[in-house]
């Protein structure tokens, strides 16, 4: 197990080691819940560099690395509450990386007011997700590339103490 050396925002330099471990990702972890066909049509989503500078400009993109310089996670939330993305290094699966981002996604969206984080949950994602106090608002089928992979439209309320 690699020690987390620190959390910080993501930035143009990163995306070469952001597409790769989404990529990496998605073809080992994710392959429990998908076919092989459906994890190299959604890994080949990440090829798109145009996506991820938009993913590291217009959302609050952090990622954990070690005391190396290794990404081991990275979590993308938007101003009005999508948590755009998540991924953990498939290599440092429940070693708590996941946790911390989602800690930091739910203080900036508090920060920000928004009354609800959504997300599009994987099937391999959706115990991670219930845990934190997700619910499934719909299960549906989400485009890929060439094909529509199955997983869920899922909400956390937030709620603030009135002042």
């Known amino acids: 197990m690699r020690a987390i050396e620190?959390?910080?925002?993501?930035?143009?330099?990163?995306?070469?080691?952001?597409?790769?471990?989404?990529r990496e990702t998605i073809l080992s972890v994710n392959r429990q819940d998908y076919t092989a066909e459906e994890v190299a049509?959604?890994?080949?989503?990440?090829?798109?560099?145009?996506?991820?500078?938009?993913?590291?400009?217009f959302?609050?993109?952090?990622?954990?690395?070690?005391?190396d310089g290794h990404v081991l996670g990275f979590a993308a939330l938007s101003a009005k509450g999508y948590l755009n993305s998540m991924f953990v290094h498939k290599d440092f699966q429940g070693q708590g990386?996941?946790?911390?981002?989602?800690g930091f996604m739910e203080r900036r969206a508090r920060a920000l007011k928004v009354s609800a984080i959504t997300a599009d949950v994987s099937l391999t994602?959706?115990?991670?997700?219930?845990?934190?106090?997700?619910?499934?608002?719909?299960e549906q089928s989400y485009p890929a590339n060439r094909l529509?992979?199955?997983?869920?439209?899922?909400?956390?309320?937030?709620?603030?103490?009135?002042?």
Do not use: H
Not at 6 to 22: G, M, S
Not at 61 to 67: G, K, N
Not at 153 to 160: A, N, P, Q, S, T
């Open 41 to 57: 049509d959604w890994a080949s989503c990440g090829e798109n560099d145009e996506r991820w500078e938009k993913i590291v400009y």
């Open 148 to 163: 529509f992979l199955k997983n869920y439209k899922m909400v956390k309320y937030l709620e603030y103490d009135e002042e």
């Open 6 to 22: 620190c959390v910080r925002k993501a930035t143009i330099r990163d995306i070469p080691a952001l597409k790769q471990l989404f």
């Open 125 to 138: 994602a959706y115990p991670f997700f219930r845990k934190l106090g997700f619910v499934v608002e719909k």
């Open 59 to 67: 959302y609050y993109t952090l990622l954990v690395e070690d005391e």
């Open 97 to 102: 990386i996941a946790s911390i981002l989602y």
